[in-house]
């Protein structure tokens, strides 16, 4: 999968949609910037706890958002693993095959 590409596709359809539906589409952002903004607890650790969220609901798009924003704020490959391990965990084989696949997001991602 190139990774870079559906999320620029999917980014694409959030925004049309949000000019379909304004008021979601910027009650959505607010939600977003406001739950990883920097608080008590670090972007980083919010974008991996999103991204093992992500995992164990077994969001594609969701992994490949995370795991960029991890990277953006620091996140390591080892730390990108941890949290995929925190997920099977929680969710089982299910989120052992959505780990693999954040972890391929990190390697194309990373660049």
Same mark, same amino acid.
Request: hydrophobic fraction near 45%; include cysteine.
């Given at each position: 999968?190139?990774?870079?590409?559906?999320?620029? #596709?999917?980014?694409? *359809?959030?925004?049309?949609? #949000?000019?379909?539906?304004?008021?979601?589409?910027? $009650?959505?952002?607010?939600?977003?910037? *406001? *739950?990883?903004?920097?608080?008590?607890?670090?972007?980083?650790?919010?974008?991996?706890? +999103?991204?093992?969220?992500?995992?164990?609901?077994?969001?594609?798009?969701? &992994? $490949?958002?995370?795991?960029?924003?991890?990277?953006? *704020?620091?996140?390591?490959?080892?730390?990108?693993?941890?949290?995929? $391990?925190? +997920? &099977?965990?929680? #969710?089982?084989?299910?989120?052992?095959?959505?780990?693999?696949?954040?972890?391929?997001?990190?390697?194309?991602?990373? $660049?």
């Amino acid at each position: 999968m190139d990774w870079s590409k559906e999320l620029e #596709g999917v980014q694409s *359809a959030m925004m049309a949609f #949000g000019q379909g539906s304004p008021a979601v589409g910027e $009650g959505f952002t607010a939600l977003h910037h *406001a *739950a990883t903004a920097e608080g008590a607890i670090p972007v980083k650790h919010k974008e991996l706890q +999103a991204l093992a969220i992500g995992i164990t609901k077994q969001c594609i798009n969701c &992994i $490949g958002f995370h795991v960029k924003a991890s990277i953006d *704020a620091g996140a390591t490959r080892e730390e990108i693993a941890e949290t995929v $391990g925190v +997920a &099977i965990l929680m #969710g089982g084989g299910p989120s052992f095959m959505y780990g693999i696949k954040a972890l391929e997001a990190y390697d194309a991602l990373k $660049g």
